[in-house]
């Protein structure tokens, strides 16, 4: 049965949701103001399986997550280099021991996830063949189903797509969300027009207890600010579009693109709130870290700072599906630095509970009653 959902947050979770919603024949209406959305501002490695991370339903969602990205480009007609590409991974590790270590670990992981490719330990040489600028003196593991998004590019990709499936996007916020009787809701938005809707699907990121709270739930989801510098070396324009993404020891990642521009993060501020002011002074920590491998950063002028709040849980694991108390409302937060990773699965998943269809995730390990509490049940 077709329905009239409201899709309330556009970043990469929410606009994949509403383009797979809309594709399956609904009315979806998505509600997003971009205003320090997340997926907007970041550039993402789309390589979880050189993670070590220990909790497995993280790394299983990630695994899931890399895997589809081939089929969400497929469906959403997502074809430029510059929103996604597999150019490669290069990590390293800061004893040879460990290295060795994480090559065995991608050896291993690659029997259920053959997306990973090649894997290779890469001598000095090796690596400046495919990316000259990296003067750092040790080897480093390669696997070549890495790949780098442009969070913004990709996520403007995906609402096009929705749009052109007959999808209505508003560019405006949702002030507040009313449960009506029949299991329906209602939507006021900050320019005074209020929708109602048969379904729900709040994917507004650390903004989640903003809605919330006043319906007397207790949420457990934080904001955190990133922040990423932004460079452009025109003479480097015609040479960097194939080179691998560089995940080095110690903070910070190295993210080059087509045309000589680096992306260089992030940040990961769990004290600034929802704060979007460029700060130089929190980068440098992690820019001074990276000498290690580009000795010249120093000297490269910063084109612009790109700032975005994610959101995070106490146990840093994400969360998604219906609320226990009012099963026409779905939630999804908590994704933290992987957003762009997970995101486009978690939407998938979503769409496909909302259609009672199955789901290759296994939804029970991702519940939200663990993060949301309901306190006062006098609006539900």
């Known amino acids: 049965m077709n329905m009239t959902i409201i899709v309330v947050g556009g970043g990469i979770v929410g606009s994949t949701t509403a383009f797979y919603l809309q594709k399956t024949g ?11 959305q997340a ?3 970041a550039a993402g490695i789309i390589s979880p399986w ?4 220990r909790n497995q339903n993280w790394y299983q969602l990630a695994r899931l997550g890399a895997a589809f990205y081939p089929t969400l480009l497929k469906d959403t007609g997502t074809v430029h280099a510059s ?18 270590k994480l090559t065995d670990l991608a050896h291993t992981r690659k029997q259920t996830a053959k997306e990973i490719g090649e894997i290779a330990q890469l001598s000095v040489t090796d690596i400046q063949e495919i990316f000259p600028l990296i003067q750092h003196s040790s080897e480093a593991l390669f696997v070549s189903g890495g790949a780098r998004v442009d969070g913004s590019k990709l996520v403007a990709s995906i609402q096009q797509a929705f749009c052109q499936l007959g999808g209505q996007y508003l560019e405006d916020c949702a002030e507040k969300i009313t449960p009506l009787p029949n299991s329906k809701w209602q939507v006021q938005l900050e320019t005074g027009p209020v929708l109602t809707s048969q379904q729900l699907v709040l994917t507004v990121g650390a903004w989640l207890p903003q809605l ?7 949420v457990d989801v934080h904001p955190q600010k990133g922040q990423l510098a932004v460079y452009q070396l025109d003479k480097y324009q015609a040479n960097t579009a194939s080179w691998p993404v560089i ?4 903070e910070g990642d190295i993210i080059p693109f087509s045309n000589g521009r680096f992306l260089i993060g992030a940040t990961h501020e769990n004290d600034q709130g929802f704060d979007l002011t460029p700060s130089l002074k929190k980068l440098e920590p992690m820019l001074t870290n990276l000498t290690q491998w ?3 950063l120093p000297t490269w002028p910063i084109q612009t700072i790109q700032v975005g709040t994610r959101a995070f849980t106490s146990d840093y694991l994400p969360f998604f599906g219906p609320l226990s108390s ?3 409302c779905y939630v999804a937060s908590g994704l933290g630095s992987s957003g762009l990773t997970t995101g486009p699965i978690i939407a998938k998943t979503l769409a496909d509970m909302i259609n009672h269809q199955p789901t290759v995730v296994p939804v029970e390990n991702y519940t939200p009653d663990p993060y949301i509490q309901q306190l006062n049940s006098s609006h539900i």
């Open 26 to 36: 609904h009315k979806v209406t998505l509600i997003d103001k971009q205003t320090g």
């Open 39 to 41: 997926s907007k501002a």
């Open 50 to 53: 050189l993670s070590q991370r």
């Open 83 to 100: 929103a996604y590409q597999q150019v490669g991974t290069l990590l390293y590790k800061k004893k040879h021991t460990l290295l060795d």
């Open 212 to 218: 919330l709270t006043p319906l007397g739930y207790q």
């Open 247 to 250: 995940m080095p020891y110690g």
């Open 294 to 296: 580009l000795p010249d």
């Open 326 to 328: 009012h099963d026409t």
